[in-house]
């Protein structure tokens, strides 16, 4: 496997600046923290000397960025179905199923998605960690539909990249209670930690802005079928945004008041676009509504 060594000189214009802010102007794939823990690992050379990323730069210093071998996994591959849309030696896009957990976290080191992908694919990018070995964004446990890996790390920050700079198409199909005033509307209000229940994102005034597209693809009873655009990528976003405008995902147990009898939330990332991290081509998927969303559409369309 061919590890990346980035070289860089700096200039009179960049003398003065800390080494991590001028490499992240320099490599802007790789995250501010992802460059700092690679100072604090020694893998960041100043003038053939580790460098603390705090560091500030001279004229003329030679700069070596030394992309790390990938850590031994700790997390066990598995036999879990997967449902693979596409493939390619670059990434694969998957429809993962409700109630499968992204990556491992505290308490649940396996049956999760990462353990499916290391017995599925040979290689994985290695920017997430051991933890998330190939994840490039992520899905809630309950929420189902396209969720891309990449196989190496240059596809895994080309496509990150495209996220950060709200490039990727992100369209869900959402199950909400009620029935709205308006066919569609554009809901722009940030989302931060809901300072009265710590589990909970919430519209708060110092949140980070947050904008969602909401357009009515059929009223039901007593809910609505509707069709989620995101322009921005926070954390349980869909789920804020409806609860902001009361009309809450049906089956959500954090943030609907009356959750009703639905397995889980419904909500089920329909399609995903973004352009090919090597040939830059544009590329998109749709996954197929999943059994449970559509007989909970078909229980309430009466």
């Known amino acids: 496997m061919t590890l990346a060594r980035l070289e860089f000189l700096v200039s009179a214009e960049q003398a003065g600046s800390r080494l991590d802010h001028f490499l992240v102007t320099q490599a802007p794939h790789w995250s501010r923290s992802r460059i700092q823990s690679l100072a604090k690992a020694g893998h960041i050379l100043l003038n053939g000397q580790p460098a603390k990323p705090k560091t500030k730069l001279q004229a003329g210093d030679a700069v070596v960025l030394r992309e790390p071998p990938p850590e031994s996994s700790l997390i066990a591959a598995e036999e879990i179905p997967l449902r693979i849309l596409f493939e390619d030696d670059e990434l694969a896009v998957l429809d993962k199923a409700p109630g499968l957990s992204v990556h491992p976290g ?29 994840i490039v964004h992520r899905l809630d446990k309950d929420t189902s539909g396209c969720l891309v890996v990449a196989k190496n790390d240059a596809a895994h920050q080309r496509l990150s990249a495209q996220f950060a700079g709200r490039e990727v198409k992100k369209i869900y199909l959402a199950l909400a209670r009620g029935h709205f005033k308006n066919r569609a509307l554009l809901v722009e209000a940030p989302i931060g930690r809901d300072p009265n229940h710590r589990q909970r994102m919430a519209v708060v005034e110092s949140g980070r802005a947050a ?3 909401f357009r009515i693809l059929r009223e039901i009873e007593g809910a609505s079928l509707v069709e989620c655009t995101l322009h921005t990528g926070r954390t349980h976003q869909i789920r804020v945004h409806l609860k902001y405008l009361d009309h ?55």
Request: glycine residues 12%; hydrophobic residues 40%; charged residues 20%.
């Open 106 to 134: 505290a308490g649940a080191r396996s049956g999760t998605l990462v353990n499916g992908l290391l017995h599925h694919f040979k290689a994985l990018s290695a920017i997430g960690g051991v933890e998330r070995p190939g």
């Open 211 to 213: 904008k969602t597209t």
């Open 248 to 302: 809450p995902l049906l089956g959500d147990k954090l943030y609907a008041r009356s959750p009703g009898a639905f397995p889980r939330q419904m909500l089920h990332a329909w399609r995903l676009g973004f352009f090919h991290p090597r040939t830059k081509g544009w590329m998109e998927f749709e996954a197929p509504i999943p059994d449970d969303f559509a007989a909970a559409l078909a229980g309430t369309d009466r």
